[in-house]
């Protein structure tokens, strides 16, 4: 027959499989949906800052127009907030531009990319999207082997991915131990150091990677607006690096990648302390109670610094997609991860404490 249409290499990709919309659940499982209770996709459960609103409504009289495809604004206090010139920053439509952009900027078809098991699904994609091989390195306890990954470092490795804290597992890595890492990182590689939970840390587990692109020129550190910040539906990321690679970035990212209203209220949220902190509290009162379930079920999880859980729901290939079935039927969307090769494993976003609730009461129903 007909030769098929596109590379064979963008073929073999498997689709990103997203949270389910409360929309679409309502329908497929004939539910109201102010009674659906979404925990899958990472959100603030407090949903976006009134500032960013605010300031959103502002600028949407100036809709007309494009965009500052520079975003001076917002690079400007991005560039106060992290002690960098402005010309470090590269700006995303969403940290998941950032990703890819990287890809396309650093590595050809046919070179390789390094990341860990159960790291990020992007990764696995921003690699298949350009032909490039991806050297996937083995996890340890669900988290990141620094060393394995130093070791599998070939001539031809352009770029790492490290997810710190990583998605979706939750796991971290100290921050001593990640500059140690960026030490022994070989300057044809360019580490994507990527941040997207890191205002989620405790006091005593923050480090400076922001600090360190000054020492490492093959270091890009990622960060977002779409977590602790509230703006997911907005898509505003950032990489921090030294001109030598965001002038790469710049070069490829499309000119208008952030809208009008994204820098608005990004610099909005940036500048809302209150907002981040009682974000955080209340994640960190989310975890504890429920991982005081999880115990008190006796299922495993493993110990996360975001805004989210990976818990054990059963042991067979199936659990996962069964306890999720359970909990779709009363109205609570959670994220199953067999697609990360965790199939007896789901992602529990922390809400609310009501939705925490709501949550809890399901999971005992689906595991009775
Ligand atoms: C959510 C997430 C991102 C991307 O989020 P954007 O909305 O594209 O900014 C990037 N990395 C990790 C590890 C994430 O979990």
Redesign the pocket.
């Known amino acids: 027959m007909t030769t098929p249409f596109g590379p064979s290499y963008v073929r073999a990709i498997a689709p990103y499989i997203a949270g389910k919309p409360i929309s679409e659940v309502a329908r497929e499982f004939g539910l109201d949906e102010a009674a659906i209770v979404k925990l899958a996709?990472?959100e603030n459960p407090l949903g976006m800052p009134e500032s960013a609103l605010r300031a959103m409504t502002q600028a949407a009289s100036e809709l007309g127009r494009y965009p500052d495809s520079n975003a001076f604004e917002l690079k400007a206090a991005l560039a106060a907030r992290y002690d960098v010139p402005a010309d470090w920053i590269t700006l995303?439509?969403?940290?998941?531009?950032?990703?890819e952009i990287a890809a396309h900027a650093l590595v050809q078809k046919g070179e390789a990319i390094v990341y860990a098991q159960y790291?990020?699904a992007?990764y696995a994609l921003a690699t298949q999207g350009i032909g490039a091989r991806a050297i996937v390195v083995p996890a340890v306890d669900h988290g990141h082997d620094l060393d394995a990954m130093l070791a599998a470092i070939t001539d031809d490795t352009r770029l790492m991915f490290v997810?710190n804290?990583?998605?979706?597992t939750g796991t971290f890595i100290e921050g001593p131990a990640l500059e140690a890492f960026l030490d022994k990182v070989p300057r044809h590689v360019v580490v994507v150091l990527?941040e997207?939970?890191t205002e989620y840390l405790p006091q005593d587990k923050r480090y400076d990677a922001i600090g360190w692109t000054r020492r490492y020129p093959n270091l890009m550190v990622?960060r977002?607006?779409?977590?602790a910040y509230g703006l997911?539906g907005l898509?505003?990321?950032f990489a921090i690096a030294q001109p030598e690679l965001t002038d790469l970035l710049n070069r490829l990212r499309q000119p208008f990648n952030v809208n009008t209203l994204a820098q608005a209220a990004a610099i909005a949220a940036l500048n809302d302390a209150e907002f981040l902190e009682k974000s955080a509290t209340l994640n960190a009162q989310g975890y504890r109670r429920l991982t005081e379930a999880f115990d008190t079920l006796g299922l495993q999880y493993v110990p996360s610094y975001?805004n989210f859980v990976l818990v054990r729901v059963g042991d067979d290939a199936d659990a996962g997609n069964r306890v999720n079935l359970a909990l779709l039927k009363q109205g609570v969307i959670v994220r199953p991860v067999g697609n990360y090769g965790l199939p007896q494993w789901l992602r529990i976003t922390i809400g609310l404490p009501a939705e925490n609730e709501a949550f809890i009461a399901a999971l005992e129903k689906a595991l009775a």
Request: proline letters at 6%; glycine letters at 12%; aromatic letters at 10%.
């Open positions: 996709s990472n995303g439509n969403g940290s998941n531009d950032i990703l790291s990020f992007v997810a804290p990583n998605n979706p990527d997207a939970y990622s977002t607006f779409s977590k997911a898509r505003v990321g975001g």
